[in-house]
């Protein structure tokens, strides 16, 4: 069987003749499926063809092995949290697998339950676009996980779209913790409408 150089079916020909009609073209013959029955053959130019080739492997096993990390804190806003989870989709929904970090600072490493309940947290609001594939482990002042994507047809996200590019937080690095670990930047998280009653 011989395609030709747009793509178009030729039909079954003599090796002679598809030779003939390719080179009449200033082309090559290529076999593309030599174990067909019968063997399947394209008419095109053998530079073009093999760098177009050898450039479709390295996109496949560039996406492949890609893995998305996401930094979280224990007192995350809201907004933040839901920011952080519509990029999670996004990079799920490009076949991306996600690496999730959760860092602990100062008084926080007294409450690691917290992390943990954070990223079961995380885990449920993205079931129905990733699985588990490590499960949260403690590894000094931080917690990480990684998620692979669920099949395409099994994906529905949960969270709307997002434009921006995912930027990774400015404090979510160490600098300003002292020895002891406590930290010396104000605290930037939100209150909740009880904590700001209290403070009242």
């Known amino acids: 069987m011989i395609i030709g150089s747009t793509g178009q079916q030729l039909g079954i020909l003599k090796t002679e003749e598809a030779v003939r009609r390719a080179k009449s073209y200033g082309l090559d013959l290529i076999e593309i499926a030599p174990t067909a029955n019968p063997p399947v053959c394209r008419i095109a130019d053998f530079g073009k063809f093999k760098y177009e080739l050898t450039k479709k492997e390295k996109e496949n096993r560039h996406s492949a092995s890609k893995v998305k990390e996401i930094k979280f804190r224990v007192k995350i806003g809201a907004h933040d949290y839901e920011t952080k989870l519509r990029h999670a989709e996004e990079f799920v929904e490009k076949g991306n697998k996600l690496k999730i970090v959760l860092q602990f600072r100062g008084r926080e490493n007294a409450?690691?339950?917290?992390?943990?309940?954070?990223?079961?947290?995380?885990?449920?609001?993205?079931?129905?676009?990733?699985?588990?594939?490590?499960?949260?482990?403690?590894?000094?002042?931080?917690?990480?996980?990684?998620?692979?994507?669920?099949?395409?047809?099994?994906?529905?996200?949960?969270?709307a779209k997002i434009d921006e590019e995912y930027i990774e937080d400015e404090d979510d690095h160490d600098e300003d913790e002292d020895e002891s670990g406590e930290s010396n930047a104000p605290e930037t998280a939100p209150l909740t409408a009880h904590e700001d009653e209290a403070a009242k």
């Open 111 to 159: 409450h690691k339950d917290l992390g943990m309940a954070m990223m079961q947290k995380i885990i449920k609001d993205l079931e129905t676009m990733a699985h588990v594939d490590m499960p949260p482990k403690l590894v000094g002042r931080a917690v990480g996980m990684t998620l692979s994507p669920l099949p395409t047809a099994k994906r529905k996200r949960r969270f």
